[in-house]
């Protein structure tokens, strides 16, 4: 078999490639912000015990679970009337509340190809809501690629800030006050 010969496309290859691309890159952003949060973490435990703290965060395999331990030792380890307290709690809300729902949205929604005949014959990426599936039914009638794309650039917006906040607990000097939080337009 020659590997250097195009291989045949298959109906809406291009449309359905498109997207499973805006959906990698939802996901990779993340596990970069769950990352950040685990950085965050070890960080909290400082230099000397960082290892072990990592080796406790990557112990559990789920991302809710990892973000409530670090609450858990953030309120432990700074009090409640510490900005970072404030800062991790916030970053974990946010996670929990929006970030997390739209990466699920983008990784669990089941999706179809729709060509129209009748119209202009071009090939769609659909959320398949057929059987009632609820992540469906909230993208129904979204552009799916700006959606993930919005999602995307979100949880990279948190990356950003969760890294600025692990290094700010750090090293308190390493700089002046607190970053600001994102806006997550």
């Known amino acids: 078999m020659n590997d250097d010969k195009p291989q045949p496309k298959w109906h809406a290859q291009e449309v359905h ?3 499973a691309a805006a959906i ?3 996901a990779i952003a993340w596990n970069e912000f769950q990352e950040s949060l685990g950085e965050i973490f070890a960080n909290l435990f400082g230099k000397q015990r960082a290892a072990e703290a990592l080796a406790a965060w990557h112990a559990l395999e789920n ?5 409530e331990m670090l609450g858990a030792v953030a309120q432990q380890k700074l009090r409640r009337r510490h900005r970072g307290y404030d800062e991790i709690c916030w970053l974990i809300d946010t996670a929990n509340r929006k970030l997390a729902d739209h990466r699920n949205d983008g990784i669990h929604t089941p999706l179809m190809v729709f060509t129209d005949l009748t119209t202009d014959s071009v090939a769609r990426i659909l959320p398949n ?3 009632g599936h609820m992540r469906a039914k909230k993208l129904w ?4 690629l700006k959606e993930f794309e919005t999602y995307a650039t979100r949880i990279r917006q948190m990356t950003t800030f969760a890294i600025a ?4 607990i750090r090293k308190p000097s390493s700089m002046r006050g ?8």
Do not use: E, S, V
Request: proline share 7%; glycine share 10%; hydrophobic share 35%.
């Open 17 to 19: 490639d498109a997207h």
């Open 24 to 26: 990698g890159r939802m």
């Open 63 to 67: 991302d809710r679970a990892q973000r």
């Open 129 to 131: 809501m057929m059987f």
């Open 141 to 144: 009638g979204k552009d799916l």
């Open 165 to 168: 906040i692990g290094a700010k």
């Open 178 to 185: 607190w970053p600001k939080r994102p806006t997550l337009n």
